[in-house]
T-cell receptor
Framework: GQNIDQPTEMTATEGAIVQINCTYQTSGFNGLFWYQQHAGEAPTFLSYNVLDGLEEKGRFSSFLSRSKGYSYLLLKELQMKDSASYLCAVRGRRGGNKLTFGTGTQLKVEL | DSGVTQTPKHLITATGQRVTLRCSPRSGDLSVYWYQQSLDQGLQFLIQYYNGEERAKGNILERFSAQQFPDLHSELNLSSLELGDSALYFC????????????FGPGTRLLVL
């Protein structure tokens, strides 16, 4: 099975940098995804990591350490529109391409 | 816009009833996934289809069933509905690439009264 932990809530200031952590335990690992979800809307894909290291995409970066079962999502130059829930999801080696999601981190960006 | 479409957007029904949710994947995607999201449970994987065949199953209740048709659209059937089935139901699709990123539709909000 898989178990994923993320902080429930975080607050940060507009223009700042925030790091959202995700730890996971899985019997087989085949990729980690980050999604952004605004209330009542669909999750939207942010990033994908399958090898150790940092993936950068504009204001968003994601890091993975497979040996530690750890990932983080880094958001730079925060904007008010970044207030949303950030979901960490792990894909295992078995069971097709299904994703197991964490419960999400609700990020609030304040002025 | 992810390219995945779902209908209806909202559905209100009574306990004991049956409903059908519909999903059309992105053009070219062969895999379709169904997820349930309720306030206390987060996003839960229900079932995956690939090119018409069931590929993976999650915590899907026996009262729920799904299928994927030859044109690749999918339907999720929910029967003998209970109050606890009230949730957002998302469909996602993915292509055959190695990354296999899932792209989500806008969801169907189901309210069982």
């Amino acid at each position: 099975g898989q178990n994923i932990d993320q902080p429930t809530e975080m607050t940060a200031t507009e223009g700042a940098i925030v790091q959202i952590n995700c730890t996971y335990q899985t019997s087989g690992f085949n990729g980690l995804f980050w999604y952004q979800q605004h209330a009542g809307e669909a999750p939207t894909f942010l990033s994908y990591n399958v090898l150790d290291g940092l993936e950068e995409k504009g204001r968003f970066s994601s890091f993975l350490s497979r040996s530690k079962g750890y990932s983080y999502l880094l958001l730079k130059e925060l904007q008010m529109k970044d207030s949303a829930s950030y979901l960490c999801a792990v894909r295992g080696r078995r069971g097709g391409n299904k994703l197991t999601f964490g419960t999400g981190t609700q990020l609030k960006v304040e002025l | 816009d992810s390219g995945v479409t779902q209908t209806p957007k909202h559905l209100i029904t009574a306990t004991g009833q049956r409903v059908t949710l519909r999903c059309s994947p992105r053009s070219g995607d062969l895999s379709v996934y169904w997820y349930q999201q309720s306030l206390d449970q987060g996003l839960q994987f229900l079932i995956q289809y690939y090119n018409g065949e069931e590929r993976a199953k999650g915590n899907i209740l026996e009262r729920f069933s799904a299928q994927q048709f030859p044109d690749l659209h999918s339907e999720l059937n929910l029967s003998s509905l209970e109050l606890g089935d009230s949730a957002l139901y998302f469909c996602a699709s993915s292509g055959s690439g190695r990354e296999g990123t899932q792209y989500f539709g806008p969801g169907t909000r189901l309210l069982v009264l």
